[in-house]
């Protein structure tokens, strides 16, 4: 195999160069079909309730509030099972303050309610511990912070989803409020009390309920206030992200005729340029079935030598990207498992139809003809 490798090195390295664009595309589509089908779940497990903006530029509603008389009335309506009180707002307003896809939020949560996220119970733990009722001045995840002035304490480091929860420092609802205030005095001004300070809510229903019905009821029953619907929500989020999805299914798509192409004329070339040698065997009595054989064994050699380089090469430099980018916050590539075996079958199989096509090239040729095209 050794030998064989070396008379194919240059075929072998323009296989894997070609193999690792691909695999390098298809780890981005990954990671775009991650992140999309995780937001999904999350936005199609809650509705989120919010109060009516007040244009003061702060949480996920323009500085839209939603008082406690309003969460206690949406406990009642029908259907509802849990209602969690949140504050959402920017961790760097100096930026914009318009939330994007990727800005780095604050998410205080209630604590003493439980999550009622029917997809995510509990956010996944990588180190430490999730927030506790009672926890105060504390985080996850993220490392050692400072929250406008005042020392906060990592208690535990949320497991990479790859999707919302990334980008999310999450603590305790009354933490969260005082940093409400440190951004907005004026808000407390504007309530009845510190109770009053929500951005939303996350609210849950009963597993007989439809959550599409249950949220269109809270819409009818309480006043003053915005609920999303869940499957418009997962409709809307698709939709945004569609373009990039169908950008990247595109290029993906021209990716593989351009590299299938490549690959399958690199394989039979570089057996074409040994058909000296095959005539030569034929010469000395290879039979056709013998002859066919070492070229199909060889060219499937060459192809899975190429791609598992090719796919090697696209892993180790999308994990230093990645390494690279992670100090920002950002995953740009995802290698799953279907992915990386998906590769290998493909340089597996267009190999096999460059050899079988080379093949009978080549045995359709008289043992001299080979010979004098080879020399």
Do not use: C
């Amino acid at each position: 195999m050794s030998r064989l490798l070396r008379s194919y090195a240059f075929t072998v390295i323009g296989i894997a160069v070609g193999v690792a664009g691909l695999t390098a595309l298809g780890a981005m589509a990954e990671r775009i079909v991650r992140f999309v089908d995780g937001g999904d779940r999350f936005v199609r497990g809650q509705i989120s309730v919010a109060g009516q903006g007040l244009g003061l530029g702060t949480g996920f509603t323009g500085g839209g509030l939603l008082p406690a008389a309003k969460i206690r009335e949406i406990a009642r309506i029908p259907g509802v099972a849990g209602v969690q009180a949140q504050v959402m707002l920017p961790l760097d307003t100096s930026t914009s303050q318009f939330l994007t896809l990727t800005h780095e939020l604050i998410l205080g949560l209630d604590l003493s309610v439980p999550t009622p996220n029917r997809n995510y119970r509990e956010l996944p733990v990588a180190t430490g511990r999730f927030l506790r009722p009672g926890d105060r001045r504390a985080v996850g995840p993220g490392g050692r912070l400072s929250l406008e002035g005042r020392p906060y304490t990592v208690v535990g480091v949320l497991e990479r989803m790859l999707t919302a929860p990334d980008r999310f420092a999450v603590v305790s609802l009354e933490d969260a409020r005082e940093l409400l205030l440190a951004k907005d005095p004026i808000l407390l001004n504007l309530t009845l009390g510190r109770g009053d300070l929500n951005t939303g809510a996350a609210v849950g229903w009963l597993p007989s309920e439809d959550g599409d019905a249950v949220a269109r009821r809270i819409a009818r029953t309480v006043a003053g206030v915005n609920v999303t619907i869940p499957s418009e929500l997962s409709r809307v989020l698709r939709s945004s992200t569609a373009f990039f999805s169908a950008l990247l299914v595109g290029i993906g798509a021209l990716g593989l005729v351009i590299g299938g192409l490549s690959l399958s004329n690199t394989v039979a070339a570089a057996v074409f340029e040994r058909i000296r040698d095959f005539g030569i065997k034929r010469a000395l009595g290879a039979s056709d079935r013998q002859l066919g054989g070492e070229i199909l064994r060889e060219a499937l050699g060459v192809s899975l030598a190429g791609g598992a380089a090719g796919v090697g090469l696209a892993v180790a430099l999308g994990v230093a990207v990645n390494a690279h980018v992670a100090r920002r916050g950002q995953h740009l590539f995802l290698f799953s498992p279907r992915l990386v075996v998906g590769a290998l079958l493909f340089s597996a199989v267009l190999g096999g139809v460059a050899a079988i096509y080379a093949t009978t090239r080549v045995v359709r040729l008289p043992p001299a003809e080979a010979i004098r095209r080879g020399a």
